[in-house]
Every structure is written in structure tokens, then in C-alpha cells.
């Protein structure tokens, strides 16, 4: 089956640890996305790349980083410095054409610090 | 600075009515918008794309319309169904080109 998908689905981490959400996509896109949702939200763009080895910040950097070595991967690392990492995390990929691209996305992560 | 706005409070309607949920942006010029359908829990999924050239755009029982001297997109529900409870989301194209900027969704619930 094509698509998109992360792992874990329900994350618990200690204060002060990094996490790493998983993101993998099997439907040859170019650019993936990672966004957050906090409750009655709408997504806050955390990191994007169009291609594999570069990536740029989005709205909410701060606190996180990724890495884009395959182009089916696009992990994204909560660090330590992150202030407030409760959140439900969505991972997006999409072909870059300039012309109206869709988004499709993984079922997402929810990230919970206790 | 940019904006988009959808209706925070929740859309209840009968089932059969149609549904219209609006969207509104500031400081924007898009070339298209998008919106999607966001179930509890889940990610969102595509439903509707129309590009700033476009009045209008039909899918099944969905229409979208998109007027960029308003800078309103109004998304119509025909035929309401309980199934169509979820959130919808809009969606405009940033700075970047390809990155998306979404509203926060408006909430609807369809009775029986």
C-alpha cells in the first residue's frame, strides 16, 4: 500500500529528554512537512524539504530538527529545549510542482512530557 | 501579518441541510486554496483544491467557492449526512510557494 507513516502513535517522554518521531513515506514525493496541532488548533509548520539533504524552518523551529538523508525519511528530533512539547505531531508529504500541492498525511504522533 | 480565519464556534446542523463554513484571510495573495477534513485523532485529508482564477469548484456534494476581492472561500456541504462530522480545515500557499499555512478549522456536527 502507498502512503504515509509514523511511529510510535503515543509517545511518553521525561522532561529534559530528546525524542525522535519517525516519518516514512513510500509514495516518491519530494517534499515532506512536520507540522504540530495543539487542542483547538490549526497546524503550525515546524520544518519542510524539498529535497533530500536540505530542509528549511518553518513557523516553530525553535526547539526541534530533522534531517533529511533518504527521501522517503524525514525524522524529526524534540529536543530538550523544547519549552511546551505536549502535542499531537503530523508528518505530510507532497510532489513540489508549484501549481497547488497536496498534502497527505501520516495518522500522527502524540507526544505527551511528563 | 498574514492571517486566516474559519468560524471557532461549531457548526450544528440537521442532516439533509447544507452545511457552509467560511474562510477568511488578510494580507495574503494565494494562488489557491485547499481544504481538508480532520477527524478526531487523525490526519488531515484532502478534499478540495481551487486556484485564484477559479469561482467555483463541485466534487460530489462539495462546493468551494473563492473570491479574492472578498479574500473569502466559502466551502458548502449539500446533503448533510452524520458521517460528514469532522473539522474542516482551509489551507492557503505561503511565501514559499509550496509550504501550506492552515486556518484552525471549524468544528461541524451533523445530526440526525
Known amino acids: 500500500d502507498g502512503g504515509i507513516t509514523q511511529s510510535p502513535k503515543y509517545l511518553f517522554r521525561k522532561e529534559g529528554q530528546n525524542v525522535t518521531l519517525s516519518c516514512e513515506q513510500n509514495l516518491n514525493h519530494d517534499a515532506m512537512y512536520w507540522y504540530r496541532q495543539d487542542p483547538g488548533q490549526g497546524l503550525r509548520l515546524i520544518y519542510y524539504s524539498q529535497i533530500v539533504n536540505d530542509f528549511q524552518k518553518g513557523d516553530i523551529a525553535e526547539g526541534y530538527s530533522v534531517s533529511r538523508e533518504k527521501k522517503e525519511s524525514f525524522p524529526l528530533t524534540v529536543t530538550s529545549a523544547q519549552k511546551n512539547p505536549t502535542a499531537f505531531y503530523l508528518c505530510a508529504s507532497s510532489i513540489v510542482s508549484g501549481e497547488g500541492d497536496t498534502q497527505y498525511f501520516g495518522p500522527g504522533t502524540r507526544l505527551t512530557v511528563l | 501579518s498574514q492571517k486566516i480565519e474559519q468560524n471557532s464556534e461549531a457548526l450544528n446542523i440537521q442532516e439533509g441541510k447544507t452545511a457552509t463554513l467560511t474562510c477568511n484571510y488578510t494580507n495574503y495573495s494565494p494562488a489557491y486554496l485547499q481544504w481538508y477534513r480532520q477527524d478526531p485523532g487523525r490526519g488531515p485529508v484532502f478534499l478540495l483544491l481551487?486556484?485564484?482564477?477559479?469561482k467555483e469548484k463541485r466534487k460530489e456534494r462539495l462546493k468551494v467557492t473563492f473570491d479574492t476581492t472578498l479574500k473569502q472561500s466559502l466551502f458548502h456541504i449539500t446533503a448533510s449526512q452524520p458521517a460528514d462530522s469532522a473539522t474542516y480545515l482551509c489551507a492557503l500557499n505561503s511565501n514559499s510557494g509550496y509550504a501550506l499555512n492552515f486556518g484552525k478549522g471549524t468544528s461541524l456536527l451533523v445530526t440526525p
Open positions: 481551487i486556484r485564484e482564477n477559479e
